[in-house]
């Protein structure tokens, strides 16, 4: 791993950029390969009752910059735990109608980002527009406007805003 000036101006908090440079990020990553594989298999796929993914550029260029990252905070919290992910959208693949119902309820379209690993389960996801929502037993949570804002959001413990009819 190349060595790292942690005293430049990076796009993300101090943090949030250890972090993810810790689990091989780096400015300029892109496998869009692996990011067309994960779309075609989301594509493919149909729950049992017919409901299936959809999935957009948002989606795909999250896939191809973060795709494959196991992310682990590197300190404490501001608000909350700090929340270690994987960025891995078939783990959200039996979820197309849970992730329909939200898009639906936000009028957008929802597609699966990853997981949150730190014992929550919950599931991460975006939508067309790039933002960033996680969904776990105790609701549905908007994490930040785009892909930087929601890694921020879970990497520092920052507490993140939860859905509800007026959201």
Not at 98 to 105: C, E, F, I, K, S
Not at 116 to 122: D, I, L, M, S, V
Request: glycine share 10%; proline share 7%.
């Amino acid at each position: 791993m190349r060595a790292f000036d942690r005293t430049a101006a990076t796009r993300f908090p101090v943090p949030v950029d250890a972090a993810l440079r810790e689990a091989g990020w780096e400015p300029g990553r892109w496998n869009i390969t692996q990011a067309e594989i994960w779309a075609d298999a989301l594509r493919a796929h149909t729950s049992p009752v017919g409901h299936r993914h959809t999935v957009f550029p948002a989606a795909v260029e999250a896939w191809a910059e973060f795709g494959g990252l196991r992310i682990v905070p590197a300190g404490p919290g501001r608000h909350i735990a700090p929340t270690p992910l994987v960025v891995d959208p078939l783990r959200g693949l039996h979820l197309a109608r849970t992730l329909a119902d939200l898009g639906r309820a936000l009028g957008t379209e929802i597609c699966p980002l990853g997981e949150e690993t730190g014992g929550t389960g919950a599931a991460l996801a975006i939508d067309a527009e790039g933002r960033v929502y996680s969904l776990d037993h105790t609701g549905d949570w908007y994490l930040g406007a785009d892909v930087d804002q929601a890694l921020a959001t879970l990497l520092t413990g920052t507490t993140p805003t939860r859905l509800t009819a007026t959201h």
